[in-house]
């Protein structure tokens, strides 16, 4: 075996074999990495001068799992179980030295070994739970075997990894080295080890951490009660509880056994297939035709945020996170001293979460500064404005930013709606602008549209792509359009959920459907969240829509105690006789008779719609990829992941079912329900949205 053309190396130090993974980007095991490891092991296993076997990873990190592109196709090669299987029954002592991550089958790979020793930055995980799958490699038999099944149904459950400081106070890890030499560190581990002469310990022969299950009965239960909200509509995570029963309930190999079975039928079940589909569309909306890794980017060491309010404030604590100094501009004292008090409010209480620490508040507090004139900002690289969301007004702020703002700043705007090149205009530089939307509460929500206008420079989008990822959002391109992306669709949503109630159904029954689905609030309860007088004046309210009479009534949502539904003090909802007789009454007046309207019929009219709005965004360039629209979805306003978003989503119910709905929905209800010439193509094809994603091409 040549070592340049597979995906390990070996090399032999002493009587220790270093096995490294060399398979960019991140060393998954794909059919030929686990065929490679296979004939290093054994190659190692029959040279006499060898006594251990060490193995590492190269590049920034040991292993992230199983090589998820082989899901859904025919197996090729070993198996990863029984891969694991020679590892483990190894005469030969086999050490697993990680840096970076292991993650997944990564992880499942160092647990079959006899030693496990990382480097203090090192991340441990099994995130399998998040493609939809549980660990199927003997994760979630191994790894309660060895740090306990109460942490082990944490760590499989959600997914999320630990860091090798907590893996080693746990047991998972026997060492932890010097942090740039792992390697020399770890082969003089497995000298001791080999000096020691002592039998290879198996995590599988170990039974006394499955005790606590047995001295807890209820630890199960306990946990599916405490968790029901987070798992709600999930199929893994139950998967995931049952596999660490069966650790405590049955011999190791019928455990396994129990394992590989769930694995088999959730990763070919739907969830699964969604939840992987968002993990490549996530990653592939950083993909820009006309811009490549070599796109040069411009440097963000400063950045200036207009305004702060709710956005602004949250805008600004992004940055502040990441390390990046921000001055924010507010035109009133009284409004700025509300914004920083805001922000450092936020910080203590996460602080009291314990999630930061008192420091790290501190820390943060002291990269911002503050300003009441935007002059203030005349050092920032990138400026974000986040003002009233008023065209004029906007407008002002920029023709006023181009003046005060050095020449290689960029100029950003939080428009939800409003046209990026008309306030692009205002500028002498709008290839330096561009719209940068976040999604309230902005430091909690991780989409960021980045709206490219007409001019915008590849460098300056390539640089707002770079910074996205670098204060931790997904970052989606979007084109200019009322809306942008997600907006637009939710317009389609609300307008039909506004219709509903008036032909019959109630905002609870609506709102029940929408939840039902699995989004974690239906259009009602969000607007009683975002307050029902957004963009409602009394002065020019007709008092026709029940939104205009609720209004009126100073039923104006979560903040007023009332909305479309009512409020106590813990903010639970409770409908309301008050709106129902208002929607009664308006349906009347418009002469609508109220008939009962099906959950089936509620799905359909709130959610065919988008999807046809989704089609036209596509049609019209304003989104590269449908998946960009699923991420968009499922990052901004919680569309459930185990759906992988609107056009994955309408491809599983079938775009000529679609069509077929929304021809006999314009047939009642009129033009709102025009098909988009997309849908009818994709349709008439017998395609899905899938498959335009490879057409490129007809995007902006
Ligand atoms: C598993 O292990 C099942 C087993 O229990 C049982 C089996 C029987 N496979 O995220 P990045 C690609 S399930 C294939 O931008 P980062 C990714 O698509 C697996 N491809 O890098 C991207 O490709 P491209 C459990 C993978 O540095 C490129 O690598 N493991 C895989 O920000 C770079 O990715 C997980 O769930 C993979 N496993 O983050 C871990 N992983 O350049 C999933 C990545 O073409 N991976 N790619 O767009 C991650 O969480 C992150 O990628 C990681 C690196 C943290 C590793």
Not at 35 to 42: A, K, T, V
Not at 386 to 407: G, H, N
Not at 611 to 638: F, H, M, P, Q
């Amino acid at each position: 075996m040549s070592d340049q053309n597979t995906p390990t190396r070996m090399r032999v130090e002493g009587r220790v074999a270093v096995v490294t993974l060399t398979a960019p980007p991140v060393n998954a095991l794909s059919s030929t990495l686990r065929e490679s490891l296979r004939e290093r092991i054994g190659q190692a296993g029959q040279d006499a001068g060898i006594g251990a076997i060490v193995l590492t990873g190269a590049g920034r990190l040991f292993c992230g799992g199983a090589d998820i592109t082989e899901f859904g196709k025919a197996p090729q090669g070993i198996g990863l179980g029984e891969l694991l299987a020679i590892v483990e029954t190894s005469n030969k002592p086999i050490v697993a030295a990680i840096h970076g991550q292991a993650l997944g089958g990564g992880l499942e790979l160092a647990l079959a070994c006899h030693h496990r020793v990382a480097t203090p930055s090192a991340k441990l995980g099994l995130p399998e739970v998040k493609l939809g799958i549980v660990p199927g490699a003997g994760g979630t038999q191994r790894l309660p075997r060895i740090v306990g099944p109460e942490k082990a149904l944490e760590m499989i459950t959600s997914g999320q990894p630990v860091s090798a400081k907590a893996a080693h106070a746990m047991g998972l890890l026997d060492a932890l080295t010097a942090e740039d030499a792992l390697v020399s560190d770890v082969v003089a581990f497995a000298e001791d080890v080999l000096a020691a002469g002592r039998t290879s310990p198996r995590i599988r022969d170990r039974n006394d951490r499955l005790a606590e299950a047995r001295e807890n009965p209820n630890l199960f239960k306990d946990f599916r009660d405490a968790n029901t909200k987070k798992f709600r509509g999930f199929e893994a995570p139950e998967g995931c509880i049952r596999c660490v029963e069966a650790a405590c309930t049955l011999p190791f190999d019928e455990g396994l056994a129990f394992e590989r079975e769930t694995f088999l039928r959730l990763v070919a079940g739907a969830q699964s297939v969604a939840q992987r589909h968002v993990f490549f569309a996530e990653r592939e909306a950083a993909k820009i035709p006309d811009m490549s890794g070599d796109t040069p980017t411009l440097p963000i060491t400063r950045v200036g945020v207009v305004g702060a309010g709710t956005m602004g404030g949250g805008i600004a604590m992004n940055f502040l996170n990441a390390g990046i100094p921000v001055t924010i501009v507010e035109a009133k004292p009284e409004a700025l001293e509300r914004g920083l008090e805001t922000i450092r409010r936020n910080y203590d209480n996460t602080a009291r979460k314990g999630r930061i620490s008192a420091a790290d508040v501190e820390t943060r507090m002291g990269l911002l500064s503050d300003g009441l004139d935007l002059a203030a900002l005349a050092e920032c690289d990138l400026i974000i404005e986040a003002v009233f969301e008023d065209l004029d007004l906007k407008r002002a702020v920029f023709s006023r930013l181009d003046a005060v703002a050095k020449p290689s700043a960029i100029l950003a705007t939080n428009t939800s709606y409003l046209d990026v090149d008309v306030i692009a205009g205002m500028t002498g530089r709008p290839e330096h602008v561009l719209g940068l939307h976040f999604f309230s509460p902005a430091n909690v929500m991780r989409l960021l549209e980045v709206v490219r206008g007409e001019k915008t420079d590849t460098r300056v989008l390539a640089t707002a792509m770079q910074l996205g990822r670098r204060i931790g959002k997904v970052a989606v391109v979007v084109g200019v359009c009322h809306g942008f992306v997600g907006n637009r669709m939710l317009a389609e949503r609300q307008r039909e959920a506004n219709g509903l109630i008036l032909e019959g159904a109630l905002p609870q029954d609506v709102d029940r459907v929408i939840q039902e689905f699995g989004l974690p609030m239906g259009p009602f309860a969000m607007s009683d969240l975002a307050g029902l007088d957004i963009g409602w004046s009394a002065q020019t309210s007709k008092g026709e829509s029940v939104r205009d009479i609720l209004c009126e009534r100073d039923r104006r949502g979560q903040k007023t105690g009332r909305g479309f539904y009512d409020y106590d003090e813990t903010r639970k909802a409770t409908p309301s006789a008050e709106v129902e007789a208002v929607i009664r009454e308006v349906s009347q007046r418009q002469g609508l008779t109220r008939r009962a309207v099906s959950d089936q019929e509620i799905l359909e009219r709130c959610l065919y719609p988008m999807v046809n709005e989704g089609a036209k965004i596509l049609e019209e360039g304003k989104a590269l990829r449908a998946s960009d629209i699923d991420t968009v979805w499922v990052n901004g306003y919680g569309w459930p992941v185990y759906r992988g978003g609107p056009m994955h989503w309408a491809d599983t119910v079938g775009l000529g079912t679609i069509l077929e709905r929304m021809r006999a929905f314009r047939a009642e209800h009129g033009d709102a329900f025009n098909p988009s010439a997309l849908l009818e193509r994709l349709a008439a094809e017998d395609g899905g949205f899938s498959g335009y994603d490879r057409r490129a091409g007809q995007a902006a």
